[in-house]
């Protein structure tokens, strides 16, 4: 009889420390505050993303706690595979893919800024896909190629904006040139040594595909 009293005494008590455990691991969840070894840009141009960034985060935590002590739900290792738990695991990932969007945005950023740009220029090439600077000399490369006419004829000696823009071309491509605007032979020869490295006609002589190659870059 006595042993029969201790193991329902030893029943009870395991019941009792089970409800104990379980509601100590209800109330008090492991440490599930996501953290990142990503550096993030804290100045970056759009205030308010950052915002939303911190936002997401603290978004992310709760909802790993409440998994975790309202449905016993550990949705960063599930160990069962039922609806509940993969519909909570479904949710925790895109809520963790919101974070890692933001965050991606704002370590390249940083990036950007260690390369030496700025926030102008880094807002112009998120909105447009390129940077503001071969923005720049894509405009610049159109304005000169618009100088150019297909009548037009150079003679020696001849002086003008193009030959001037060109000859600071074929210098930035390793040509040795005088860059003073006059279109001499020399200024021929660094066309045509510029037009025989990339398989054109090598004429010396200015014409649209010669420009397009030249000012590509």
Known sequence: MKQIIIFLLLIIAAVIGYGEYSDYKRYNSPNVDYKSDQKIDLNYYNQELISNYYKAVEDLNSYVKLQWTANDIDVRAPEDEDLETKDAV?????????????????????????????????????????????????????????????????YNGEKNAIIYEVQKKLVEQGETVRIDGVYRIETLNAIKAFEEKNNLLA?????ELTLEWLFKN
């Open 90 to 154: 479904k949710k925790f990932a895109d809520k963790l893919a919101l974070v890692k969007f933001y965050e991606a945005k704002l370590h390249n950023s940083l990036e950007l800024k260690a390369e030496g740009k700025n926030n102008k220029e880094i807002q112009f090439l998120e909105l447009n896909g390129i940077s503001l600077e071969k923005y720049n000399n894509e405009q610049h490369a159109q304005l000169i190629k618009s100088l150019f006419k297909t009548n037009t004829k150079l």
């Open 203 to 207: 004429d010396g002589y200015l014409d």
